[in-house]
């Protein structure tokens, strides 16, 4: 069955109730006297509510609205937000420095609105000693309480243990606000031409993350 709604002469009813082309209640009228208006105001008469009775029709140039409605669902599309799980990897005894690094791109995908797998990998006679990844994962959700949530609690796996974070901010909204971040260095340097475009880069370019420790 077409989604396509019946228009003009495909309408098949002896009346309809007719809404002017500025939502206005025109009432119920034959159908040869809506299409008589049709005419008249150089408009299509369309049928946007084959179940009522009688029918609801409205005058519209019908060529427009689909435009307008495709432009929109397109736009919509465009701005849709699709949930992305990062994955950090990590070993039990981590030492501090390569911790810091493993936090900081953790603390950039939360930034950005995504969840966040973190998976504790036990080697050897680590696996005795799971305590250890509990802690880590423990710590890590602390570090970062204030940018996501522990979404799925610390579960052993084999010989991983995982752990997922969830951002407290919506990907939309971490969408509109790098969105306008972006703008507003596009527009500091039209105000400062003399800044580097090196320097302007750089602040752009996020670091990849590596796969794991």
Known sequence: MSAE???NDRIR?????LVGPSGEQV???PLAKALELAQEYDLDLVEVAANARPPVCKLMDYGKFKY??????REARKNQAHTVIKEMKLRPKIDPHDYDTKKGHVVRFLKQGDKVKITIMFRGREQSRPELGYRLLQRLA???QEL?????NPKQDGRNMIMVLGPHKKKTEAMAEAREAQAARKASAKANPGRSQNAAEEEEAPAEAPAEA
Do not use: L
């Open 5 to 7: 709604p019946r228009i």
């Open 27 to 29: 009432g119920i009228v």
């Open 142 to 144: 602390e570090d970062v």
């Open 13 to 17: 009813v002896p009346e309809v109730r």
């Open 148 to 152: 996501g949530f522990v979404e799925s």
């Open 68 to 73: 307008e409605s495709a432009m929109k669902a």
